[in-house]
Each structure stands twice: as structure tokens, then as C-alpha cells.
């Protein structure tokens, strides 16, 4: 089945650009011309990953992947003219997955695309996968959390990370070698993609984020899961 990808830009030429391009691969791409607009085809249509530009009328890049996070965990990847390592970081504040900055490479835009959705896609395994710590339950087959029974709403990037720590449970992972593992080692950020990633889902799973009961520090190494079913 064809990947459903919702390009956002103001300008009509990089849209038209993009989705020649990514037609050519087989994906089938709609197109939104500002804020408002790709809030409202997000809201009707399911979408396999999102591309969306930080500068666009009536709200920009940044409020509109915020307004998402509230009801889609869908991948979004930035499009960014600026370099600023805070416009960066802000990005993956508000939920984004990645972003690239502009001018770009086609082939790079394709290329991060498809490895994000290969990573966020479900995955047949042989058997459904739920591993359970303390009030909280990993549903890695169907990418569900729950804490106390209720259900979690993590972003692709967040619910990988989980997943990853609560595997190795009690191993502690370098900031770098968390990036490498969910980012893949040619994502272009550095490590403090990993530091706002693990506070945001601190935020998420922690009943108090500030003395987390799942989710670690060892200071000076990373971060570990600790398991809690005794």
C-alpha cells in the first residue's frame, strides 16, 4: 500500500517540487498552503508522516505540530530556512519527529522520509509483544502505553525510545548511542535531541517528572529503564 504524506509550505513551487518527487516514488502526497489548512486536512485524513514548513501564514509550523500532538501521534518532520539551534530545539519541543533545513536535497528529503516511516510503520512480529513494569504496559505490537490503565499519547520518536529502554531494562544508554539507535547514524542532530525527548516523555509517563520512577539519569553516562515488578 502507497504512503500517504501531507506536504505544508507556503511556497507553491517547493510544494510542487516535493510532490512530483515523492509521486515518483509511489507515495500519494496532498498539499497545504498555510496553518489552517493542514490543521484541517490532519484532522480528516490519516496521514503516514507529515512535512511541514516552520514559516506559514495564519499559524506557523510550530503551533500547528503543537495542536496535532493533542489528538495524532503522526510522524512530523520540520522544514526550517533557519539554522539556529533553537529553532531546532523548539521543534522537537512542540512534538516534531526531526527537521531539515532549507535549501535541501531532494534525495535527503526522500531518504530521512522513508526512514522514518520504515521506523514508525507496524511491524508483523511472530507473536504480540507487552512488556509490563510496575502500572505501566509496552504494547510494542500495536505501540500502545499505558500507565494505571490508561493510555499514553506518545510521538513515534518517544514511544521508540520507550521501547528501546524498557527492552534492555537496568542498562544504561549513552546520549549518543540513544541517538544513533532511534534517530538512525545519519541523523544530522546532536545530543540534545535525546535530552528533550527524554523530558517530554518524562512528562508523559512520570507522575512526578522531577523524581522519576521509570525513566533515569546516570549522571555523567545517560539513562536507563528501571524495572519495577518486584
Partial sequence: MSKRVLVVDDEKLIVKGIRFSLEQDGMEVDCAYDGEEALEKIRR????????DVMLPKLNGFEV????????????VMLTAKGEDMDKILGLEYGADDYIIKPFNILEVKARLKAII???SP??????KIIESGDMKLDCEGRRVYVAGKEINLTAKEFELLELLMVNANKVFGRE??????WGSDYPGDVRTVDVHIRRLREKIEESPSE???VHTKWGVGYYFQCNNN
Fill in 45 to 52: 485524513n490519516n496521514y503516514d508522516i507529515i512535512l511541514l
Fill in 65 to 76: 505540530c503543537q495542536q496535532v500532538r493533542d489528538f495524532s501521534n503522526v510522524p512530523i
Fill in 118 to 120: 520504515r521506523r514508525t
Fill in 123 to 128: 511491524r508483523v512480529k511472530e507473536s504480540s
Fill in 177 to 182: 548511542n540513544l541517538l544513533k539507535l532511534v
Fill in 212 to 214: 522519576p520512577k521509570y
